[in-house]
Nanobody
Framework: QVQLVESGGGSVQAGGSLRLSCAAS????????MAWFRQVPGKEREEVAY???????SYAGSVKGRFTISKDNAKNLLYLQMNSLKPEDTAMYYC?????????????????WGQGAQVTVSS
């Protein structure tokens, strides 16, 4: 059974840092596009960052330069390092995987989702 489990969420003051982890089981994460999305109540799920099977990354404009997506293929882990956090980064963060190695933007292209990790940034 394919499963993604996030960890590392929490509360931090503005300007602080957090690192989210996503443990993949049931498949080899290195061969697929993986991504982080986030969502706040009442709003649509939005993209944060993508990493394809080659390790090529892309970011939403709102997080570029502050967040870094990476993966550890040997451990089947996906990470999101978040620096210089802002109150507007407060959201539930989800990791996701699609069915191919190349990334196509948008949550509709992803078939496996984690349960989410809450990130709260206070001013």
């Amino acid at each position: 059974q394919v499963q993604l489990v996030e960890s590392g969420g929490g509360s931090v003051q503005a300007g602080g840092s957090l690192r989210l982890s996503c443990a993949a089981s049931g498949y080899t994460a290195s061969t697929y596009c993986m991504a982080w999305f986030r969502q706040v109540p009442g709003k649509e799920r939005e993209e944060v960052a993508y990493i394809d099977w080659r390790g090529i990354t892309s970011y939403a404009g709102s997080v570029k330069g502050r967040f870094t997506i990476s993966k550890d293929n040997a451990k089947n882990l996906l990470y999101l390092q978040m620096n210089s956090l802002k109150p507007e980064d407060t959201a539930m963060y989800y990791c996701a995987a699609n069915s191919g190695g190349y990334c196509y933007r948008g949550p509709a292209n992803f078939v496996v989702w984690g349960q989410g990790a809450q990130v709260t940034v206070s001013s």
